[in-house]
C-alpha cells in the first residue's frame, strides 16, 4: 500500500505518515489503531514494529531532576548569572546528571544566552547612536532596559518550550551546541 493510500484510509496528512514511516514521530496510541485497521495487521504486531522517536533523555529516572534543573533557570530573572550558577549548582546535588545530553544542552543555552544578552545590552547604546544619531538615555523606558526585557522574556519562553520537551521525553535545546 502506498504512502498516499495509507494516508487517505487512516484519515492522516500525507506527511504524518511519512514521519511515522521515518520514525521522525512517534504516533499515538489512536493512530497506531487507525494504521493497523488500514493495513489489516495486528495493532501489537504494528505498535512493535514502529520505531519511537529518538530522545537525548538518556535515562527516564533523570527527568525529575531535568525539570527542576531547568525551571532553577528563571533564577536569572531576579540574580544575573542565577540562570547558570543555579542549574549547575542543582546538578551537583543530583549526582549523574552531569553526563546527560540534555542537561549539557541546557547549561550550554544558558551560558550563550547571558553571552548573547551581556553584548546586547552593551551594544544596544552603541547601535542607537548608529542609527539614530542619539544615544537616548533620559527617555523613558531606556533603550538598555528594552533590550534586557526583551532578552528575559526569550529566555523564559526557551524556559517554558523546552519544560514542555521534557514533559513529553523529547529532546530540548537540540540546536544549541554542546559548549563544554
Keep these: 500500500m502506498s504512502q498516499e493510500t495509507l494516508a487517505e484510509a487512516c ?3 500525507l506527511r504524518a505518515v511519512q514521519r511515522i514511516e521515518a520514525g521522525e514521530t512517534s504516533p499515538r496510541p489512536h493512530t497506531v489503531k487507525v494504521i493497523a485497521q488500514a493495513l489489516g495487521v495486528p495493532v501489537g504486531e504494528l ?3 514502529l520505531t519511537p522517536v529518538p530522545t537525548i533523555i538518556g535515562d527516564d529516572r533523570f527527568l525529575p531532576a531535568l525539570r527542576v534543573v531547568n525551571f532553577s ?3 536569572g530573572l531576579v540574580i544575573p ?3 547558570i550558577f543555579v542549574p549547575v549548582l542543582l546538578a551537583k546535588r543530583y549526582g549523574s546528571l552531569n553526563d546527560e545530553v540534555s542537561y549539557k544542552k541546557l547549561i550550554s543555552f544558558q551560558v550563550i544566552w547571558s553571552l548573547v544578552t551581556f553584548l546586547g545590552v552593551v551594544f544596544t547604546p552603541f547601535l542607537l547612536k548608529l542609527f539614530t ?3 537616548a ?3 523613558m523606558p531606556p533603550p538598555v532596559l528594552l533590550a534586557y526585557g526583551g532578552m ?3 529566555n523564559v ?3 517554558v518550550k523546552s519544560a514542555f520537551q521534557l514533559r513529553s521525553s523529547t529532546a530540548i535545546y537540540g540546536w544549541v551546541p554542546l559548549i563544554f
Design 133 to 135: 544619531q542619539t544615544v
Design 73 to 75: 533557570a528563571m533564577c
Design 11 to 13: 484519515g492522516l496528512s
Design 137 to 139: 538615555f533620559g527617555k
Design 81 to 83: 548569572l542565577a540562570n
Design 157 to 159: 519562553f526557551f524556559t
Design 152 to 154: 528575559i522574556l526569550l
Design 47 to 49: 505498535a512493535e514494529k
